[in-house]
């Protein structure tokens, strides 16, 4: 499959998010990072949220929390409008498919003003699963719910830190 930058939905430090039109998924995408010339914080942090994804997904009581998990994509290229071949800035085998998911989104931790949401949050790390307040949430309209997003077992931050001061 290849990606086209029209069909961008975000763009992050470490990737990008990706969603076809009349696709149900997006594709998140992990860029190339000038400091990390050898891939290694990004290859760190796409193990911790692809391991999140799956053990989440995995639990009955908190796969509806999160976006269904599709796995690693496999990603053949990335165009521009103009069909310019973007490529060279992502690594193509660093990249996962979750279920779309629509609505407002809201900071993770808005999650923690409802019971369910304090309840979820105790479940996600027992599960190993510790570092989601830095995500996003998108609440079900009557606030009964929300589904997660930019999940991991380990913290991204730290990750960066520990691959860039690397000898």
Not at 10 to 17: C, I, K, L, R
Not at 31 to 54: C, H, I, M, N, W
Not at 104 to 114: K, N, R, V
Request: with cysteine.
């Amino acid at each position: 499959m290849r990606l086209n930058k029209v069909d961008l939905l975000h763009s992050g430090t470490p990737a990008d998010v990706f969603r076809p039109a009349g696709s149900d998924r997006i594709y998140k995408l992990f860029k190339r990072l000038p400091k990390d010339s050898g891939g290694r914080a990004v290859q760190a942090v796409f193990d911790a949220e692809t391991e999140a994804y799956r053990i989440v997904n995995a639990c009955p009581e908190t796969a509806s929390s999160v976006p269904r998990y599709f796995g690693q994509a496999s990603i053949r290229g990335v165009d521009t409008a103009d069909g310019t071949d973007a490529s060279r800035g992502y690594h193509l085998h660093l990249c996962y498919s979750l279920s779309f998911v629509d609505g407002q989104e809201l900071p993770a931790a808005a999650i923690l003003e409802h019971h369910w949401g304090r309840a979820l949050a105790d479940r996600l790390d027992e599960l190993g699963v510790e570092y989601w307040i830095d995500g996003s949430v998108f609440l079900a309209p009557d606030k009964s719910s929300g589904v997660l997003i930019d999940i991991a077992t380990a913290d991204a931050r730290a990750l960066y830190h520990q691959a860039f001061t690397a000898s």
